[in-house]
């Protein structure tokens, strides 16, 4: 790929200032997996500290600190752009038969910003009293912290600045630059999961913003909007912190199940089940049943009972959307014609992985066994099946899934099923132990547990589990590196997918398409017949 | 033909053994001691009874995938899958009826969730009053006379506890796991939880929500003892506030 003589310079400058949708995605992808592989890496370590009582490899304030980056660069730094900068940026032109973005430059701009993020997290590391306050950034303790909480403020403004400009550029994209005959009737599922992703954030993240904002305003120029001495209220912040991230969790959760919705598909040969339900009363129901439900973060904080037992019957509800699209997920499967490919594999891995963060969620949905696990580690171990790994194996198994399209490289099918196997175990040993530590009681964000010295056996074991979980993923790092750099060529579709963004050259060129591709007898999904 | 129905037979399985399990367990709710309501037998019973649903909804649908993946894998190369057409009735029943089903669960195992909170969220009427006031990293409790105690909550035996809390600092949580009980405790507010000692005995308390640098070495204890010890307890440490205070 790189250019010939001399052309070092000329090719970092084709890819630094690129406004082609295509290279964007993929600069946000390499962003995205690098905050993935520190966010990992801090992950490994505070194992590490967490398999023997006392202190094991370093002190509490070091140790708060790596917890702080793995929420926050997990979230805001992997997930998050890895979906709606990498997905959707490189993928949604494709598949809705446009040449570029509506906005070519806008769509720049929100990269530079996403990387100055992902640079100004990494500061993290060498600036004096780095933010030891968490993802979830709660006042007082984020205003009395000693800790550079402004490095917190200005990370999460300028990835939401980064995610805004992404919201409106994509969203226009898919309105009024799908190509003839595309009709909204006949979308993949991923466009329609992306663009409800993106009105959720439209929506949520300025008041993200505004919350964070507001603490480095009390902690630096002496307001009080969090200081109940001066009239203000320490609940505020919570409520729209949560505000904000609760629905995060849908921007996050709707592009992994386009993600998996298309994948199924094309290994399976097959419809997707109920297209119309899954749109309308999945995608629909899950973008509106996202901002009623808040409150469930706060069933232990004091909040009036009357609003905590409606939030808990409006949390159970989820369950109706998001189990549509499950059915439609698995209806998919019904009558098809399944391969086994590595991404396919990494789906199903998905469903199973899903499974058990969402039925785990019936019981946190409840305020009165909430009330018990919330805030240990049981929690942890959901968030982590339901959200991180549930999401990570759609994200790798999207990645496998378009690799051969946007890196013209065939991978190795063994590393790739080696590479799922030993991931999929890792996680399971790692996440169904924590849920056994975190019913024993064991509180989240512990350096220590001392007074519970009974739970190191558990601890340890969720600390082997995690080794296992970072062979796998170098295994798959490895597979990536063997097919960038030994991969056989890829032909122009080689699942024998239906759906539009297959039928470019491979990799697709500048503009896509010679000419924007007629859409009026196409359809994403028309296998059989 | 008939085929075409078995995925909504075993949707409709799932559901139906579901349902059946949490019902069975329906009998014996909440046993009380007296007047005073238990939350620690109800949660432990509506944990149960939630794990044992959760639990046979789960395998039915994993089971229901892999029989799906193992029936439909890809016989021969270039295979296409056979999709079902929907009539419109079709479409609607395979949304409506999932959609009633979830609910259904949802509702019945809200209205279970709802009766407990209630009980979590109602201190009986003779409930001992003890003020609580958090900062990085203690616990200060104050009993009704003005006699204070860091991080050991003494307690009388057979006398549900009402700790209405409040912090000097940040945010800290007051968890009591032995007692299911959890409450955060803020600067500017005031909030409670209230828990029934029953036994002579020692209960871990630990601070739950992330406070800071000490934050896992905020821990305390709940020390229950008999009656007459605490009121001797009570009146020996109030005796010695009098004086120093006189
Ligand atoms: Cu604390």
């Not at chain 1, 959760?253 to 999945?282: C, H, Q, S, W």
């Not at chain 1, 369950?319 to 098809?336: D, E, Q």
């Not at chain 1, 039928?503 to 924007?516: E, K, Y």
């Amino acid at each position: 790929m790189s250019g010939s003589g001399g052309g070092v310079g000329k090719f970092l400058k084709e890819w630094i200032f690129t406004i082609d949708h295509k290279r964007v995605g993929i600069l946000y992808l390499i962003g995205s997996l690098a905050a993935f592989a520190v966010a990992g890496l801090m992950a490994m370590l505070i194992r590490v500290e967490l398999s023997s009582v006392g202190p094991t490899i370093t002190d509490p304030n070091t140790y708060n600190v790596w917890l702080y980056f793995h929420g926050a660069a997990m979230i805001l730094g992997f997930q998050i752009p890895a979906l709606t900068g990498f997905f959707a940026n490189w993928l949604i032109p494709l598949q809705i038969g446009a040449k570029d973005v509506a906005f070519p430059r806008l769509n720049a701009l929100s990269l530079w910003l996403f990387w100055m993020g992902i640079i100004l997290a990494l500061l993290t590391f060498v600036v004096p009293n780095p933010p030891d306050i968490m993802w979830t950034g709660y006042p007082p303790y984020s205003i009395l912290s000693p800790g550079n909480t402004a490095f917190y403020t200005f990370t999460v403004l300028i990835m939401g600045f980064a995610s805004i400009a992404g919201g409106v550029n994509l969203i226009t994209t898919i309105i009024y630059m799908r190509a003839p005959g595309m009709r909204w009737g006949k979308l993949n599922m991923f466009v329609w999961c992306t663009m409800a992703a993106f009105c959720i954030q439209l929506i949520f993240v300025p008041i993200l913003g505004t919350a964070v904002t507001m603490v480095s305003m009390d902690k630096y120029l002496g307001t009080t909007f969090f200081s109940p001495t001066s009239g203000g209220d320490v609940l505020l912040y919570q409520n729209l912190f949560w505000f904000y991230s609760h629905p995060a969790v849908y921007v996050i959760l709707l592009p992994v199940l386009g993600i998996i919705f298309d994948i199924v598909a094309t290994f399976a040969r097959n419809r997707i089940f109920n297209y119309k339900v899954a749109v309308y009363g999945g995608v629909g129901g899950i973008t509106l049943v996202s901002g009623e439900v808040w409150v469930h973060h706060l069933y232990a904080s004091g909040m009036p009972n009357w609003i905590r037992v409606g939030m808990m019957m409006s949390t159970l509800l989820i369950s109706v959307p998001v189990g549509l699209c499950m059915l439609s997920i698995i209806g998919t499967l019904y009558r098809g014609a399944i391969e086994f490919k590595t991404p396919m594999l990494y789906a199903i891995g998905f469903i199973f992985l899903f499974l058990i963060g969402g039925l785990t969620g019936i019981p946190l949905a409840l305020a009165s066994l909430d009330i018990y696990v919330h805030d240990t580690h049981f929690i942890v171990a959901h968030f982590h099946y339901v959200m991180a790994v549930a999401g990570t194996f759609s994200i790798v198994g999207g990645i496998y899934y378009f690799w051969p399209k946007f890196t013209g490289k065939m991978y190795n099918e063994t590393l790739g099923k080696l590479g799922f196997a030993v991931t999929f175990i890792g996680v399971n040993v790692t996440f169904f132990t924590m849920f056994f530590v975190g019913l024993e009681g064991m509180p989240r964000r512990y350096f220590d547990y001392a007074q519970m010295p009974q739970l190191e056996d558990g601890q340890r074991l969720v600390t082997y589990g995690a080794f296992v979980l970072a062979v796998g993923f170098l295994i798959t790092l490895i597979s990536w590196l063997h097919s960038l750099f030994a991969g056989k060529p890829a032909p122009d579709n080689p699942w024998g997918s239906k759906s539009l963004e297959w039928t470019t050259s491979t990799p697709p060129g500048p503009g896509n398409w010679p000419d924007v591709p007629n859409c009026e007898k196409f359809d994403p999904y028309g296998y059989g017949e | 033909m008939r085929r075409r129905f078995y995925p909504l037979i075993s949707l409709l399985l799932v559901f139906v053994s579901a349902g059946i399990s949490s019902a069975k367990s329906e009998e014996g709710h909440f046993p009380t001691t007296g007047e005073i309501p238990d939350p620690v037998a109800g949660f432990n019973h509506l944990w149960r009874e939630v794990m044992i649903d959760i639990t046979v909804v789960g395998i039915l649908f994993a089971l229901v995938t892999i029989l799906l993946l193992i029936t439909y894998r890809r016989k021969r190369a270039g295979q296409e899958g056979r999709p079902v057409k929907l009539s419109t009735a079709a479409m609607f029943g395979w949304a409506i009826i999932p959609v009633f089903i979830f609910m259904a669960d949802d509702f019945y195992l809200g209205a279970k969730g709802w009766t407990l909170w209630n009980s979590y969220r109602t201190p009986p009427e003779s409930s001992y009053e003890i003020q609580l006031e958090s900062a990085m990293w203690s616990w200060k409790f104050t009993y009704p006379g003005g006699v204070e105690t860091y991080n050991e909550l003494k307690v009388p035996v057979g006398t549900p506890i009402l700790v209405r809390m409040t912090s000097s600092d940040t945010v800290h949580s007051l968890f009591i796991p032995d007692f299911k009980v959890k409450e955060d405790s803020m600067p500017g507010r005031v909030t409670y939880l209230w828990f029934h000692p029953k036994k002579v005995g020692e209960h871990l308390i630990t601070c739950a929500e992330y406070c800071g640098m000490l934050h896992s070495n905020m821990s305390g204890k709940v020390i229950a003892m008999e009656q007459g010890e605490f009121d001797s307890w009570l009146a020996s440490e109030q005796a010695a506030l009098t004086e120093g205070g006189a």
